[in-house]
């Protein structure tokens, strides 16, 4: 496993796979690493003869310094955990690499940057799909893994990806969960012991919001079973609840007749946590 701090190593290394004739995916991510990050290096392991990780807390994509500057970091543990798992390259560049000290180009995919989220977050997405670009062009991978845990990022990045004609194909992984049904996130460990057993309620409102689907229940109905769940718990304080095309995350009423979308967003403490559920 070779640890690869500038794009020029990057590109020779994916030249000499290339030479080769050897398929490469590519799992971004911020490190920090957990088991739903491990997943995806997994599932890279099965689709691609080379898995490249890379490693980068993108500074464009924080709205407040201080969410950037509390963010978790452990770089030793992060390579000490993909070593076992037949990583060949991981990416770690400086910001200063990524950015250097005139980037004036911004991504926006404009129809998901704004909505859900970005409502809450101006100009993460922004943040999201610039680092993404860059990271596809770095790389040139046959395929990126991403979570669905983060399903608008998941979303604009297919979307990104069509509209600007690269040819990595986005391969999309379901969300782990710890035993319990929380969904696994570097910002859990910010959580009170408290908190983190409060948590659960969103894989429970999750849950019934799923059944209620099944049921056959309008949008609405299931958007209220949800609230009602998650308003049992006192702790949570949710910042918004949308039930919206699983594809298009365009709004949606009545019975729905294609797949849709559960996304939440709640916050417990200091800590805004998100989780969905394709129903
Ligand atoms: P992050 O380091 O938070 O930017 O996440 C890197 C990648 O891992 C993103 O594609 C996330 O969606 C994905 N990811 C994070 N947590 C999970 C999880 N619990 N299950 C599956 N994928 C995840």
Redesign the pocket.
């Given at each position: 496993m070779r640890v690869l701090t500038t794009i020029a190593e990057v590109r020779a290394s994916v030249q000499a796979y290339r030479r080769q004739g050897l398929s490469i995916t590519l799992v971004?991510?911020?490190?920090y690493l957990h088991e739903?990050?491990l997943?995806?290096v997994k599932r890279a392991g099965n689709i691609a003869e080379r898995t490249i990780v890379s490693i980068f807390v993108n500074p464009t994509q924080f709205g407040e310094e201080s969410d950037l500057e509390t963010y978790p970091k452990d770089p030793e543990r992060d390579l000490a955990l993909l070593q076992p798992l037949g990583v060949d390259g991981v990416f770690m560049p400086s910001a200063n690499e990524i950015y250097g000290t005139d980037n004036s180009t911004i991504v926006d995919v404009t129809a998901l940057s704004s909505i859900l989220q970005g409502t809450v977050r101006p100009g993460h997405f922004q943040g999201v799909a610039t680092v993404v670009a860059k990271l596809l062009n770095i790389v040139q991978p046959d395929t990126a893994i991403?979570?669905?845990?983060?399903y608008q990022?998941l979303t604009l990045i297919k979307r990104m990806v069509a509209d600007l004609n690269m040819t990595t194909q986005i391969v999309g992984?379901p969300?782990?969960r710890d035993t319990d049904g929380m969904?696994?996130?570097?910002r859990n460990v910010r959580l009170t012991p408290e908190d983190r057993r409060a948590a659960t309620i969103l894989f429970q409102a999750l849950q019934a919001g799923k059944q209620a689907a099944e049921a056959g229940d309008a949008v609405e109905t299931m958007h209220q079973i949800v609230t009602d769940t998650i308003r049992q718990q006192a702790r949570a304080t949710i910042r918004s609840i949308d039930i919206r095309d699983a594809e298009t995350l365009s709004p949606v009423v009545g019975h729905p007749n294609k797949p849709v979308v559960i996304l939440l967003s709640v916050q417990f403490g200091e800590v805004l946590l998100i989780d969905q559920m394709i129903v």
């Open positions: 971004p991510t911020m490190g739903g990050h997943a995806l991403f979570g669905e845990k983060d990022q992984h969300t782990v969904a696994l996130s570097s």
